[in-house]
């Protein structure tokens, strides 16, 4: 599958993900500046500290790119229909299209999309099939990167040697009475949103639940169970657990040989 780069025009949106980039970019400029580098170059944490925070910092913004910008499972104009699969499909009553059953209308899009989860604003774009992977891992490196930070944060106050190189009183003044905190403070309410929504994105892949039909009620029968592994590698396109931690890579999809959950 090619890399499919997919804008939304919601004025909403923009101000939204301009938030989550404004959090990002304050403590991946300012917990480098103000504790990691000049830590280590006194000698106090090893390279391996900065190395792994930049990381997360990488794999974080990469993960929010990729999920912001990635087709979310579209459907074309004139959709093909295969014979064997037009019991599977139904007529949508807000653009007049076939659509695959468990697929919804999204009124900020204006277009329909493929096992829709839900319009997430934050990241001005829907997520749905194609796309359900990279907001999972958004969601796992934003709570890796916060808790990491938050970490930090609290080694500044209780644990790091102080620096030489800087006034105690001076620094306490212009950075940690501020800037730090408002790190700790953000990194809170980022680690705690993340966790939460994590949790329950999580939960509805394993119990093969999309967020629509939990709000919604559309639920009729339950198939047979899917184990965790099998219900992750079809959300992520391989059985690879290794490459379910990259967002570098396209999505292939992976249909298992298991009967599905009857929806209405």
Same mark, same amino acid.
């Given at each position: 599958?090619? +890399?499919?780069?997919?804008?939304?025009?919601?004025?909403?949106?923009?101000?939204?993900?301009?938030?989550?980039?404004?959090?990002?970019?304050?403590?991946?400029?300012?917990?480098?500046?103000?504790?990691? +580098?000049?830590?280590?170059?006194?000698? /106090?944490?090893?390279?391996?500290?900065?190395?792994?925070?930049?990381?997360?910092? @990488?794999?974080?913004?990469?993960?929010?790119?990729? *999920?912001?910008? *990635?087709?979310?499972?579209? @459907? *074309?104009?004139?959709?093909?229909?295969?014979?064997?699969?037009?019991?599977?499909?139904?007529?949508?009553?807000?653009?007049?299209?076939?659509?695959?059953?468990?697929?919804?209308?999204?009124?900020?899009?204006?277009?329909?999309?493929?096992?829709?989860? /839900?319009?997430?604003?934050?990241?001005?774009?829907?997520?749905?099939?194609?796309? /359900?992977?990279?907001?999972?891992?958004?969601?796992?490196?934003?709570?890796?990167?916060?808790?990491?930070?938050?970490? +930090?944060?609290?080694?500044?106050?209780?644990?790091?040697?102080?620096?030489?190189?800087?006034?105690? *009183?001076?620094?306490?003044?212009? /950075?940690?009475?501020?800037?730090?905190?408002?790190?700790?403070?953000?990194?809170?309410?980022?680690?705690?949103?993340?966790?939460?929504?994590?949790?329950?994105?999580?939960?509805?892949?394993?119990?093969?639940?999309?967020?629509?039909?939990?709000?919604?009620? +559309?639920?009729?029968?339950?198939?047979?169970?899917?184990?965790?592994?099998?219900?992750?590698?079809?959300?992520?396109?391989?059985?690879?657990?290794?490459?379910?931690?990259?967002?570098?890579?396209?999505?292939?999809?992976?249909?298992?040989? @298991?009967?599905?959950?009857?929806?209405?």
């Amino acid at each position: 599958m090619k +890399l499919r780069l997919h804008f939304v025009v919601d004025p909403m949106g923009w101000f939204c993900i301009s938030m989550v980039l404004f959090v990002w970019l304050y403590n991946s400029f300012f917990i480098p500046k103000l504790v990691l +580098l000049p830590h280590y170059a006194e000698g /106090h944490i090893p390279a391996s500290l900065v190395v792994c925070y930049y990381l997360a910092s @990488l794999l974080c913004v990469s993960a929010l790119f990729r *999920a912001s910008t *990635a087709d979310p499972g579209k @459907l *074309a104009q004139d959709p093909k229909i295969p014979l064997g699969e037009r019991d599977n499909w139904e007529m949508c009553n807000k653009c007049n299209m076939m659509r695959p059953k468990r697929s919804h209308h999204c009124s900020r899009c204006g277009h329909c999309v493929r096992r829709m989860d /839900h319009h997430c604003p934050w990241i001005n774009n829907c997520v749905g099939e194609d796309n /359900h992977w990279l907001f999972l891992q958004l969601c796992f490196y934003t709570q890796v990167l916060s808790l990491y930070t938050l970490v +930090l944060d609290f080694c500044q106050y209780y644990y790091f040697q102080p620096l030489s190189s800087v006034d105690r *009183a001076e620094f306490a003044v212009r /950075h940690e009475l501020a800037l730090l905190r408002g790190s700790c403070f953000m990194g809170l309410i980022m680690f705690g949103g993340m966790s939460s929504l994590f949790y329950t994105q999580v939960k509805g892949i394993l119990t093969d639940t999309t967020t629509i039909e939990k709000m919604s009620h +559309l639920l009729e029968d339950i198939g047979p169970q899917r184990s965790w592994q099998q219900a992750m590698a079809e959300v992520f396109g391989t059985r690879w657990k290794i490459l379910w931690l990259l967002p570098f890579r396209s999505r292939q999809p992976l249909r298992l040989n @298991l009967t599905s959950r009857a929806h209405v």
